[in-house]
T-cell receptor, first 110, second 113 residues
Framework: GENVEQHPSTLSVQEGDSAVIKCTYS??????FPWYKQELGKRPQLIID?????GEKKDQRIAVTLNKTAKHFSLHITETQPEDSAVYFC?????????FGKGTMLLVSP | DTEVTQTPKHLVMGMTNKKSLKCEQH?????MYWYKQKAKKPPELMFV???????INESVPSRFSPECPNSSLLNLHLHALQPEDSALYLC????????????FGSGTRLTVV
């Protein structure tokens, strides 16, 4: 089955800095890669996703890049704000269900 | 309607109780999922229903029993749970095809005493 590795497990940045979270996956059949943000006690919320026919996607301060050859994808958050503090999960989906990475706790300090 | 609704939001139950968690969506999604999530961990897949048929059961103990009465509803029946079953139980839905994401409900916070 699919295996998704996510790094780092924790990330602390100052407000205004950029944050990068990286994931690798094992199943070359995976073709859909969402990122979820989960605030304490709340549901995971989809913040951005990318499909395998695209190398990069951007939505305001958030961007995702995908390298299918190397089987890795990354989340980039620019101009971080305290409200970006949360746990971020990457995931990969192919023929089966969504497989999640272990999560990254992002802390943005004012 | 672009939401997945879960009830109840919080549940405390004894180890001898029987209770049910409910999930509802009206987005026309034909795949529905139950996940269990412990603190600071990723969601862990329990069951998948595709076109109202159970398609995946991730070796979940029989004290958890899923039910999909129709394409909009998903239940999780609980019986004789253990304290270690305390967790956030998330329902999600999607289209069954490959490259669609999941929409998660807000979850039921379950405490077994």
């Amino acid at each position: 089955g699919e295996n998704v590795e996510q790094h780092p497990s924790t990330l602390s940045v100052q407000e205004g800095d950029s944050a990068v979270i990286k994931c690798t996956y094992s199943d070359s059949a995976s073709n859909y890669f969402p990122w979820y943000k989960q605030e304490l006690g709340k549901r995971p919320q989809l913040i951005i996703d990318i499909r395998s026919n695209v190398g990069e996607k951007k939505d305001q301060r958030i961007a995702v890049t995908l390298n299918k050859t190397a089987k890795h994808f990354s989340l980039h958050i620019t101009e971080t704000q305290p409200e970006d503090s949360a746990v971020y999960f990457c995931a990969a989906k192919g023929y089966s269900t969504l497989t999640f990475g272990k999560g990254t706790m992002l802390l943005v300090s004012p | 309607d672009t939401e997945v609704t879960q009830t109840p939001k919080h549940l405390v139950m004894g180890m001898t109780n029987k209770k049910s968690l409910k999930c509802e969506q009206h987005m026309g999604h034909r795949a529905m999922y139950w996940y269990k999530q412990k603190a600071k961990k990723p969601p862990e897949l329990m069951f998948v229903y595709s076109y109202e048929k159970l398609s995946i059961n991730e070796s979940v103990p029989s004290r958890f029993s899923p039910e999909c009465p129709n394409s909009s509803l998903l239940n999780l029946h609980l019986h004789a749970l253990q304290p270690e079953d305390s967790a956030l139980y998330l329902c999600a839905s999607s289209q069954p095809e490959r490259n669609y994401g999941y929409t998660f409900g807000s979850g039921t916070r379950l405490t077994v005493v």
